[in-house]
């Protein structure tokens, strides 16, 4: 339909999360008709980081060296561990500024359904890391889904027999939200976790 | 907040329209996990397009050559010409198979809220075809919008007075659409520009 150079990018770009086929298309045309070097920024921007960046040989956070900014703090605590999902989340946990501990990146969670099992996650790799750094405290900062709480369950059958203590975080109402929104399981769950006041 | 390589490509991305800063970070870290062939050949499909698509030196449509493909068909009606806002609005007429004559992509329309006036777009270009290509028939295919409904006003100024009959499309209910969703100025068009049965 267009002119196969346009149509490729078009494709390309409707292969991304949450782009359809009309946005894609507006994607490309405005990426020709903004000033070359600013369209080519975007190129070299994407090759730059696939260049550049690696996975964290210790946590597998991402990281432009072998070791992450994380996990290179030498003021970081010892003995504690975050376990997350994905490596997008360290950040969302950093940004509470309520965890000083270091981290570790599952990659995934479990999922039977799709037939990802705790082999397929780097759980050998924490085992290793718990008993060589010798880790006392684990928090599970995975999702709030059946995978991720299925997850943090697992994690925590699995480090209890070794002394660490495992948690996962807290699930409730959201700080800000109205309860006339909040949804059955959530609010469920707010009323088993009360806290004393 | 991210690596800098990760944080310079959230930003490059949320430079495109429609992107906020977390579909930004989601496709970066999208970009990030897919295999690396895949993140470039995006990347590759940017810098080919921007290399290879030029503008029709004819109409200005987009074009892989000097000439593009509608205008290097010798089977298209001589004659007719049909001026469209940009280029990305000439598939979507063809899309219809309606329309058998040549186009001219003005560059945008006339608005003088954002400094835009006729000399901003290809008025010029456009008097100097007709003239040479004895066009005969122009059809104002610009948006239904207050700068679109300016532009086709001042096109049929420009062209009458050279003896060329100038129309612009039917503005009407959308086909498959609902009359209690239209609203009232385009029933009012609908209306005044009813059709005899």
Redesign the interface.
Known sequence: ??????Q??V???A????VGQK?A????????NID?P????????????????QLCQRCFN???SDL??ICSDGRREPGLICVVE???DI?VVE?TQEYRGSYHVLGGSISPIAGIGPEQLRFRELLARVEAESINEAIAATNPTVEGDATALYLARLLKPLGVKVSKLASGLPVGGDLDYADEITLGRALIGRQQL
């Open positions: 339909m267009f002119e196969p150079p346009i490729r990018l494709d390309e770009l292969r991304l999360p949450g946005s298309q507006r994607l490309a045309f405005h990426l020709l070359e600013d369209a080519r920024r975007l190129a070299d921007a994407i090759i730059e980081m696939r260049v550049q960046i991402v990281s432009a992450c900014t994905r490596a997008q950040v940004r």
